[in-house]
């Protein structure tokens, strides 16, 4: 037995886009406080766990489970798991145009509350709310008036994800290649507005292409994917590995033993 | 069917709300049309002469002209022989009050959200309700006397002011005009009449509810607008019909006059049953309507929100004769379903520095075709007109479609014409996002759609804007499948 319970457990994870196979048996356990970071190549599988978790239909789970607090996540609507706690900060965040930025957080945030038997808050109060939850990704009151996503930047769109789960105060936060198009200042905000959110009782799945993020976002484990498996698990010094000998290096590895996790 | 399409589906099954029949013992003329047909719908009206010369006037030219076939909609022949002309709920006599409307027919109006009873009236809104061939009640009518506002139906008007009914009538959309409008002209038989005098902004939303209700009947009403010399009106329509198999035809006509700074702001929620979801029957929505900017920095903005109707043919124009006069149109038209529609404007621009703005936008769903057509005309004395025209079009499934066929024509080189358009689709991209943040799939299409239509809904007077994001959901209903 371990002390904490887990919070989310992938066993064995199979899921396919059409005929074609992108997970091929993930194995993961996160544990409530814990950030974990995974790493790999393009193609590799990790953008699909991602969007697996949160409830993406144009993925199909073929085989294996997810448990979520002990509950059978798959079985959940995407807007169920939302509710549930978890959240998912978009590589490539959607413009909805015409739909305020504050009117969409808002639905958001009541959508939630209401789903958990809480009063929905009316516009004063998320007013208010805002305000505070803003100074975190150093988001100006302008923005929240504008279109959803529309006509923002690279840095503001992200930012605009960070402040939405700062919002929605999820239980488990993935972030999918969150640094993705960012300069450097805007990348050390969204790390400062993620390390602002770091939470004994909230776990990350920190996606990333590059060991640079994970600079700012420290990480108490690694996981290389590749070929739609996770093939290494290391603490934060396996990242920097990676980056001195590269993703190939992973490749040489696999290809000598089998895969941690593979179906015997 | 993926589970997203399956839930879209639940969500929008509502049903059409407007679609039952009021049981009311109505006078109707036979069916068909001839000079004998007109010359008794103008007795039944207790009309003037000059209306019954108009009328046969108008009917004699429609004999030579032909049905237009260029819009893209497609419909089986109508026979003009096999439509009744004229049908007015009974009454006892000329109706002095409120309290002498049948019953049936205050509880109708009641019911699609209306309350006629004076104790019951939208505060600051008052309404023409047009049953049928004729208008059952309006209210407000001393109010608004007493700012030297008239507002009643086109009977009364025929018959309490002739002289300015002859003077406007045909002024802006004459009946030669075409094919709809001189049948019209012929045997319209109702309809609301608006004349704010000069310098008087009119103190209250006026508003006209027609009614269909009897079956196998035509729908012909006229509205007629005239603001004077710095007047102000902002005026509103509302439609609803019963579910019926058979496809009815409602061609209206409405004119508009703006003098010497006058403002005029015309909206229009039209949910004329729409036929169900195979196509079968539904109101031909076949409408001329036309403001002529006549006077100096005149201001006429048409703002529609079409969702109903099996066909809607109609170009909401404006011309703009008056220097620095302004013309607007704002609007929303859906197709679902097998629905159709074939509509835009005309801004015609003849005097100096006149402005034009266009917004459509227009969603199609189902199987439903959408075509925006608008027409920028700018003559050679229009001297810096300007317009600007955007029309966006939002496809949900992959059935409907979505046409945009624009008019430019330009003889003034000082003219700044732009237009710019787009296409896009609800996209599973969209619907995700919302519903990773915990908004449930009916909220977020709701919400994507009434984010798309914005420009538009805050255009309609307040009373009104929350009432078409509802209708809007309404008819998008079984909109993926």
């Given amino acids: ?264 | 069917m993926s589970e997203t399409s399956q839930a879209l589906e639940q969500l929008t099954r509502q049903e059409y709300q407007a679609g039952f029949v009021t049981d009311v013992e109505s006078e109707q003329i036979p069916r068909g049309l001839s000079e004998d047909v007109i010359r008794l719908i103008s007795r039944k009206k207790d009309e003037p002469e000059f209306m019954l010369e108009w009328r046969l006037k108008a009917y004699r030219h429609w004999l030579t002209m032909r049905e237009p076939t260029w819009a893209s909609v497609k419909y089986s022949k109508i026979d003009y022989q096999d439509i009744i002309y004229y049908s007015a709920p009974k009454k006892r006599q000329a109706l002095n009050s409120l309290d002498e409307v049948d019953p049936e027919i205050l509880k109708t109006y009641a019911k699609l959200g209306i309350p006629l009873e004076e104790q019951k009236r939208l505060q600051n809104v008052a309404v023409d309700a047009v049953f049928d061939s004729v208008s059952v009640a309006t209210t407000f009518k001393e109010k608004l006397g007493a700012m030297g506002v008239i507002f009643c139906s086109f009977s009364e008007a025929v018959r309490n002011h002739p002289e300015l009914v002859k003077k406007h009538l045909g002024s802006v959309v004459p009946y030669t005009d075409n094919y709809f409008a001189a049948l019209n002209a012929a045997v319209f038989s109702d309809g609301s009449f608006c004349f704010v005098p000069k310098g008087v902004r009119c103190p209250m939303e006026l508003s006209t509810y027609f009614r269909i209700n009897a079956a196998e009947t035509g729908q012909f009403e006229r509205t007629l607008i005239v603001a004077e010399e710095g007047s102000y009106v902002s005026y509103l329509e509302g439609c609803t019909a019963p579910m019926r198999d058979k496809n009815q035809l409602h061609a209206a006509v409405v004119e508009l006059v703006a003098l010497d700074r006058a403002q005029i702001k015309y909206s229009t929620v039209q949910n004329w049953y729409p036929g169900d979801r195979e196509g079968r029957g539904g109101i031909y929505n076949f409408v001329t309507k036309r403001g002529l900017c006549a006077g100096y920095r005149s201001k006429i903005s048409w703002t529609q929100v079409e969702t109903g109707s099996a066909i809607t043919w109609k170009y909401p124009s404006c011309i703009l004769k008056g220097d620095e006069s302004v013309g607007e149109f704002y609007s929303v038209a859906v197709t679902n379903h097998r629905q159709q529609a074939d509509t835009g404007t005309k801004m015609i621009h003849l005097g100096k520095n006149t402005r034009s703005t266009i917004i459509s936008k227009g969603i199609s769903a189902g199987r439903g075709q959408n075509t925006y057509r608008g027409l920028v005309k700018v003559q050679k004395g229009a001297q810096g007109a300007r317009n600007y025209t955007q029309c966006d079009s939002l496809l949900i499934g992959s059935q409907c479609g979505a046409h945009t066929v624009p008019y430019i024509e330009v003889r003034n080189n000082t003219a700044q014409v732009e237009h710019e358009a787009s296409t896009s689709k609800i996209g599973e991209d969209q619907l995700f996002y919302c519903r990773s943040r915990g908004i449930p799939e009916e909220d977020a299409v709701s919400m994507i759609v009434n984010g798309f239509c914005r420009k538009v809904f805050k255009e309609l007077p307040m009373e009104f804007a929350v009432e078409a994001q509802k209708l809007l959901m309404v008819s998008l209903e079984g909109s993926v499948g």
Avoid: C
């Fill in chain 1, 1 to 264: 037995m371990t002390a904490t319970a887990a919070m989310l457990e992938i066993k064995d994870l199979h899921a396919k886009v059409g005929e074609k196979e992108i997970l091929k048996g993930i194995n993961l356990t996160v544990r409530p406080g814990e950030i974990h970071a995974i790493m790999g190549p393009n193609g590799s599988g990790k953008s699909t766990l991602s969007q697996v978790l949160a409830g993406r239909e144009t993925f199909e789970v073929t085989s294996g489970q997810v448990l979520y607090q002990g509950q059978d996540l798959m079985a959940l609507s995407p807007e169920d798991r939302a509710t549930a706690g978890i959240f998912l900060a978009f590589q490539y965040p959607v413009e909805i145009p015409g739909v305020g930025n504050m009117h969409f957080l808002r639905t958001a945030l009541n959508a939630v509350r209401r789903k958990h038997g809480e009063e929905e808050v009316d516009a004063m109060d998320f007013l208010s709310l805002i305000k505070e939850k803003m100074k975190l990704v150093e988001m100006d009151q302008a923005f929240m008036n504008r279109s959803l996503n529309e006509g923002f930047s690279g840095g503001e769109k992200k930012r605009n994800e960070i402040l939405q789960m700062a919002v929605l105060d999820p239980k488990l936060a993935i972030l999918d290649e969150t640094d993705s198009g960012l300069d450097i200042d805007a990348l050390r905000i969204v790390a400062a507005g993620v390390n602002g959110l770091r939470r004994k009782d909230r776990a990350m799945l920190v996606i990333t292409h590059y060991q640079r993020l994970l600079e700012y976002i420290v990480p108490d484990f690694v996981h290389v994917i590749a070929g739609g498996r996770i093939v290494k698990s290391g603490d934060r010094s396996l990242a920097l590995e990676l980056e001195q000998k590269g993703y190939a290096w992973v490749d040489a590895q696999v290809a000598g033993a089998p895969a941690p996790g593979a179906r015997p």
